[in-house]
């Protein structure tokens, strides 16, 4: 029997017919009030998650525990954050698994952090650096909100410093100058395992690829994802919507070999190119 609904977890109420939704504590007495009306807390707590409640006003909202995804939309943001059709994508290029460990650069509001946390489970760990000391205590909260404190050590760290963790099975690098971490990234990885960035323009991928390649990268693929959501109504047709978010930025990934025989070890060169944050 699936766990019931309590207090001090968060829930996920989904108005069904506008497709809003609100994340929301779950505290003794409290309640939460939307345009149509309450819904008081207590009225949620011993539900199962798929429940119906109905504000003051007759108004339904179906009541869920957050998805991983619903986690990262949802954090109090203070940068742009990694979109769903983009963390699938580097996921899986990162072949992130339970256990693992894996690093990160360019925490900013942690959104990436925490969907990272998930999938190393509790027995893996997540080392996310940022320049941004008052970027880091914002993403600890909304890394804490979502339950994986205990998964994610966070640190101050400027890209082009040596990272304080070695050996780590994958790396992810979101910051407007990847190429300037690259080379410290490379030797904090384990041989033979993957790297993936995202950056926003083409001179900044320019940059990126170039390094990588300096750094001992291969099999470096790039791409971009488009999503575009498809509306199904049973009485006007069914055809893609006119709005979509037409871009968010290109994706990268490759794996580190070891120098050859006889190659020199990779030199770590920085290569400029325009920043974004
Ligand atoms: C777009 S945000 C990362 C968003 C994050 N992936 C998420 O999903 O919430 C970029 C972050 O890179 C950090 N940053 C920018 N330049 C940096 C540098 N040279 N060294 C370290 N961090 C840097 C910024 O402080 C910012 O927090």
Same mark, same amino acid.
């Given at each position: 029997?699936?766990?019931?609904?309590?207090?001090?977890?968060?829930?996920?109420?989904?108005?069904?017919?506008?497709?809003?939704?609100?994340?929301?504590?779950?505290?003794?007495?409290?309640?939460?009030?939307?345009?149509?009306?309450?819904?008081?807390?207590?009225?949620?707590?011993?539900?199962?998650?798929g429940s119906t409640v109905l504000t003051h006003t007759g108004h339904p909202f179906v009541v869920f525990r957050p998805l991983v995804?619903? %986690?990262?939309?949802?954090?109090?943001?203070?940068?742009?954050?990694?979109?769903?059709?983009?963390?699938?994508?580097?996921?899986?290029?990162?072949?992130?698994?339970?256990?693992?460990?894996?690093?990160?650069?360019?925490?900013?509001?942690?959104?990436?952090?925490?969907?990272?946390?998930?999938?190393?489970?509790?027995?893996?760990?997540?080392?996310?650096?940022?320049?941004?000391?008052?970027?880091?205590?914002?993403? %600890?909260?909304?890394?804490?909100?979502?339950?994986?404190?205990?998964?994610?050590?966070?640190?101050?760290?400027?890209?082009?410093?040596?990272?304080?963790?070695?050996?780590?099975?994958?790396?992810?690098?979101?910051?407007?100058?990847?190429?300037?971490?690259?080379?410290?990234?490379?030797?904090?990885?384990?041989?033979?395992?993957?790297?993936?960035?995202?950056?926003?323009?083409?001179?900044?991928?320019?940059?990126?690829?170039?390094a990588l390649q300096g750094a001992g990268f291969v099999r470096i693929e790039v791409v971009e994802i488009l999503e575009r959501p498809?509306?199904?109504?049973?009485?006007?047709?069914?055809?893609?919507?006119?709005?979509?978010?037409?871009?968010?930025?290109?994706?990268?990934?490759?794996?580190?070999?070891?120098?050859?025989?006889?190659?020199?070890?990779?030199?770590?060169?920085?290569?400029?190119?325009?920043?974004?944050?």
């Amino acid at each position: 029997m699936a766990e019931l609904l309590g207090y001090g977890e968060d829930v996920l109420l989904v108005e069904e017919a506008r497709g809003r939704t609100f994340l929301v504590r779950l505290e003794e007495g409290k309640e939460f009030h939307t345009h149509r009306g309450g819904i008081p807390h207590d009225a949620i707590a011993g539900l199962p998650e798929g429940s119906t409640v109905l504000t003051h006003t007759g108004h339904p909202f179906v009541v869920f525990r957050p998805l991983v995804g619903d %986690r990262m939309f949802k954090v109090k943001r203070r940068t742009q954050i990694v979109y769903p059709k983009d963390a699938g994508w580097i996921v899986l290029a990162l072949d992130l698994r339970p256990g693992a460990r894996v690093l990160e650069m360019g925490t900013g509001s942690g959104a990436m952090t925490i969907l990272l946390a998930q999938l190393v489970g509790p027995t893996g760990r997540v080392y996310t650096f940022d320049r941004s000391a008052e970027f880091l205590e914002n993403a %600890r909260l909304n890394i804490a909100r979502a339950g994986y404190a205990g998964r994610v050590e966070a640190g101050l760290l400027t890209a082009g410093e040596a990272f304080p963790v070695r050996g780590v099975d994958a790396v992810f690098l979101d910051l407007p100058s990847p190429w300037e971490a690259i080379p410290a990234a490379g030797e904090a990885l384990a041989p033979g395992r993957p790297l993936a960035l995202l950056v926003p323009t083409a001179e900044q991928l320019k940059a990126s690829v170039g390094a990588l390649q300096g750094a001992g990268f291969v099999r470096i693929e790039v791409v971009e994802i488009l999503e575009r959501p498809i509306l199904v109504r049973q009485r006007e047709g069914v055809r893609p919507s006119e709005r979509m978010t037409a871009f968010t930025g290109y994706l990268v990934a490759g794996r580190l070999r070891l120098p050859p025989p006889g190659e020199r070890p990779p030199a770590s060169g920085p290569l400029g190119a325009g920043s974004s944050e």
